[in-house]
C-alpha cells in the first residue's frame, strides 16, 4: 500500500474535510479526492461519507486510521528529527495570547533550552485563538495554548488551567465612585465610569457583567488597547475600570495601585486549553513540553 495516499488518509481523517487536508497536505482538493478514490478502490471498501459540510468516517476508515496512524506519526517523526545532526538542537514553536504566553508559559519553557542533551530552541509567536489554533493546524506551529477547544479529530486539547476574573480600577477612581449598591437586577450604577478594554465589543467587561450580574454593562469603551498589560497600566493610571486575570493584577492589588471593586462569591473564570496536531506528542520535544507546561499550570491555579 503507497504510504503516501495513507498519510493523505489520515489527514483527512483527523482534518474532516478534504478541503482542509489538501491546504495541509500542499495538495489541490481533486488530487486529495482522487488519492481517497484509488485507495478505497484498494481496499474494496469506502473509507469516508460525504457531506454537506467535510467527511465522517465509516467504521473501516476508523479502523484504518486507528492502525495506520501512530506508525505515520513515528515515520516523521524520524524523518523530522533526522539521523546525521543528533547533535542539533530541535526547535519549539509555541502560540499563544500575548500576556499569558508571555507572564507564564515562556518563562516555564524557559527551563527547558539549556544545553542538556534534551533541550530544545524556542519560538513565540502571539495571537487570538482563531489564529493561533489556524497556525497551528497548518503546521506553522507545534503546539498552542489557546481560550478555545477546537472542534474535530486534527487537533487535540487538554485543560490547562482557568484564569479568574477581577473588576479593578485605581484608589481614586474606586473613591469617585463610592459604596455603591447593586441596582435591582443586580449589576452596579456604574454607567457613567469609564471603561478599558482590549477590544471595541468590551469582550472581558461584557463576560463579566453577564456572568456576575446577568446583564450587560451601559457605558462603552473610553480606553481600547490591545493588550492586557496596557490595559492594567490605564487602569494604575485612573483612566477607568477594568476587568483583568488576576495572575496579571495580583502584584498591582498587592501594592495597592488597583482596588477590587466588586468581589463576587463566585467569580468568573477562563479556561486555557493547550493544544497540538493529533499524533504530535510522539515527537519528544514537543511532549516534554507539553507536560512540563501541565506540571507548571499546577502553580498557576
Known amino acids: 500500500m503507497d504510504l503516501a495516499l495513507l498519510r493523505t488518509f489520515v489527514t483527512v481523517h483527523r482534518a474532516g474535510s478534504f478541503t482542509r487536508a489538501a491546504a495541509l497536505l500542499g495538495l489541490s482538493q481533486p488530487a486529495v479526492t ?17 457531506q454537506a459540510r467535510g467527511v465522517t468516517p465509516t467504521s473501516i476508515g476508523d479502523e484504518l486510521a486507528h492502525k495506520a496512524a501512530p506508525h505515520l506519526d513515528a515515520l516523521v517523526e524520524i524523518a523530522e528529527t533526522g ?24 518563562p516555564a519553557l524557559t527551563e527547558l533550552t539549556g544545553d542538556d542533551g534534551q533541550g530544545f530552541a524556542l519560538r513565540a509567536s502571539f495571537g487570538n485563538a482563531e ?12 503546539l498552542a495554548i489557546s481560550t478555545a477547544r477546537p472542534r474535530g479529530a486534527l487537533l487535540t486539547a487538554t485543560p490547562l488551567c482557568d484564569e ?15 459604596r455603591w449598591k447593586p441596582r435591582r437586577q443586580g449589576a452596579p450604577a456604574l454607567e457613567d465610569v469609564p471603561v478599558i478594554e482590549v477590544h471595541e465589543s468590551l ?22 488597547v490591545p493588550d492586557l498589560r496596557a490595559v492594567l497600566a490605564c487602569a494604575v493610571a485612573g483612566a477607568g475600570l477594568a476587568v483583568l486575570p488576576r495572575y496579571l493584577c495580583a502584584d498591582a492589588l498587592a501594592r495597592g495601585e488597583i482596588v477590587a471593586l466588586h468581589e463576587p462569591a463566585v467569580p468568573p473564570l477562563r479556561t486555557y486549553f493547550l493544544v497540538v496536531r493529533t499524533g504530535t506528542l510522539a515527537m519528544p520535544h514537543i511532549a516534554r513540553a507539553h507536560e512540563w507546561l501541565l506540571r507548571a499550570a499546577s502553580d498557576w491555579c
Open 203 to 224: 469582550p472581558f467587561v461584557s463576560r463579566y457583567w453577564a456572568s456576575v450580574f446577568d446583564s450587560r454593562p451601559a457605558a462603552p469603551g473610553t480606553v481600547i
Open 34 to 50: 482522487s488519492q481517497i478514490r484509488t485507495l478505497e478502490r484498494q481496499l474494496g471498501r469506502p473509507l469516508f461519507l460525504r
Open 83 to 106: 539521523l546525521d545532526d543528533e547533535s542539533s538542537l530541535r526547535t519549539l514553536h509555541l502560540a499563544g495570547p500575548p500576556e499569558f504566553t508571555a507572564e507564564r508559559a515562556l
Open 164 to 178: 479568574e476574573h477581577v473588576l479593578v480600577g485605581s484608589p481614586g477612581r474606586a473613591e469617585k465612585i463610592g
Open 131 to 142: 489564529e493561533t489554533l489556524e497556525g497551528l493546524a497548518a503546521g506553522h506551529h507545534d
